[in-house]
Structure formats: C-alpha cells, structure tokens
C-alpha cells in the first residue's frame, strides 16, 4: 500500500520567531562600520546616504526609497574583503527594513527594501520587496551593474545555518523556488513561494524570499565561490503578530544541477 503524502496540518505550521530562533549560529562575525560615511546613486535617481557610528546608523533618502530619514541599528558582514553586506533593521518605522550590499572595490552597490503591508492579500506574500542597483561614491564603478539574474536556476543546495538548522533549496525559475526543511523546528514542511535572485559579482547572488503561508521575507547574500557562504537577514510578523527582524547565516553545500535542453522556465 502506498504511504500517503499529506501536507503538514495547519496548526502544525511553524511560525516566523519558532524557526528562526538559532538560525544565526554559524553566520559570518559582525564588523563595525564606525567612522565610515557612504553615499549612494540609485539607478533610478534616488539617493541614500549612511553615516555610521559604533551602535547606529544615521541616514536620508530621496526617491523611490524614502523621502526623509533617521537614525536606526545597523548590522554589517564582510562577506569578501572588498564586499561589505549592511542591513537596517528598522526601528524609525514599524514593518521595514532597508539592506545594501557594496564593493569598496568596484563601487558598485545593490539596495533592498522590505515592508510588512498592513493587511494581508490572499494569494499575494504579504511582505513586499524592492531592488535598486546604485553605485556609491567611493570612486569610479567598474564592472557589470547588479542585475537580475537567471543563473540558479536549476540549482539545488543544502543550507546548514546550525546544528538544528538544515535547509534544502531548489531554485525552480527566476520567479520561485521550492524549499523543504530536512532539520530544525521545521522539519517536513516545505513549500514553494516567490523568490528573486540578482547578481552582485562573479559567484556573489543576492537571493531573496517572500513567503505565502507566514508573513515573511528574506534578503541573503550567496557566495557561490571558494567560500560557499550565505548571509542574510529576515523580516516577519512573529507568532503575536508584531513585527521582527532576525538574522541568519551559514554554509552552502551545492548538491547539483540541471540544465533544460528545450523550453526554459520563465
């Protein structure tokens, strides 16, 4: 007789805080940005500009980011020597959050914005996302821009972010991917949801996440390369429904890929 696959119950469904409780443990070590003062072209003509000390972070925007500031927590990895991953978990305004990628090499950057939207949309995540390309001032670009790529697709990782945390990812098309959790709080669940994938630089993604059945997204910085590393960060509404940020980390262990010989996903 054949077992059958039944989908996890409702009220067995983890929430955004059960599963995120640990899943830092093996992310890459913070730095400080203290001192540092970076201004940010973005591509379509908005700035952001961040001037940091030990703790904080002051900042202003124009255009499609923001059109005022404020001072908020930081949170900074260098994810390569020249490639800095800086998140904003927001405490200036509720549901929000701000993440910037750049290169002190390259002068390149790439910007994410997250929002929580105040009422839940059936059959749309409710965490939204926005992407930006920008370039910092720093010195003069080289080298592509950040763009969206297609490039995972096809590609299948195992994630460990801690003993208790063990993830894996199938990147299906350059819209969605499927995730199943073989360790951890969330083990048997599994699902399919939005996802965007851009390249920063050679084996450097930005892969992000919105999820349908629980209010949360993500924004990670995959290094594909010799260091097979992903840092990333969360934004949800936890099990009493209040907004929280969260981060996350920890090694990439590719598993494989296929390539379509004929029609391609979108």
């Given at each position: 007789m054949t077992e059958q696959i039944t989908d996890p119950a409702q009220d067995?469904?983890?929430?955004?805080d059960d599963f995120a409780a640990g899943i830092d443990t093996y992310r890459l070590p913070n730095i400080s940005l203290a001192g540092l003062r970076i201004?940010?072209?973005l591509e379509d003509g908005g700035t952001l500009s961040l001037a940091f000390d030990e703790d904080a972070v002051s900042w202003s925007a124009?255009?499609?980011v923001d059109e005022t500031g404020a001072t908020d927590p930081y949170d900074a990895v260098a994810v390569r020597e020249e490639v800095v991953f800086v998140h904003l978990p927001l405490t200036s305004r509720e549901r929000e959050a701000i993440t910037v990628v750049y290169s002190a090499s390259t002068h390149r950057a790439l910007v994410t914005v997250s929002h929580i939207d105040e009422v839940e949309t059936e059959g749309v995540p409710r965490v939204s996302q926005r992407f930006f390309a920008a370039?910092?001032?720093?010195g003069t670009p080289s080298g592509e821009a950040p763009a969206p790529s297609r490039d995972l697709i096809g590609k299948r990782n195992i994630y460990r972010y801690s003993p208790q945390h063990l993830y894996e990812h199938v990147y299906v098309s350059s819209q969605r991917y499927a995730w199943q959790c073989l360790e951890g709080v969330q083990r048997g669940h599994g699902d399919m949801d939005l996802s965007t994938v851009w390249k920063f630089a050679d084996g450097l993604y930005l892969f992000?996440?919105?999820e349908?059945?629980?209010a949360v997204a993500s924004v990670w910085l995959h290094d594909l390369g010799y260091q097979l590393m992903t840092t990333g960060v969360f934004l949800?509404?936890?099990?009493e429904g209040a907004a929280e940020h969260s981060r996350g980390g920890g090694h990439i262990y590719p598993l494989g890929s296929v390539s379509y010989p004929?029609?391609?996903p979108v």
């Open positions: 067995e469904w983890r929430t955004y201004a940010l072209a124009s255009g499609a370039t910092t001032d720093g992000c996440f919105r349908f059945r629980i949800g509404l936890n099990g004929d029609a391609q």
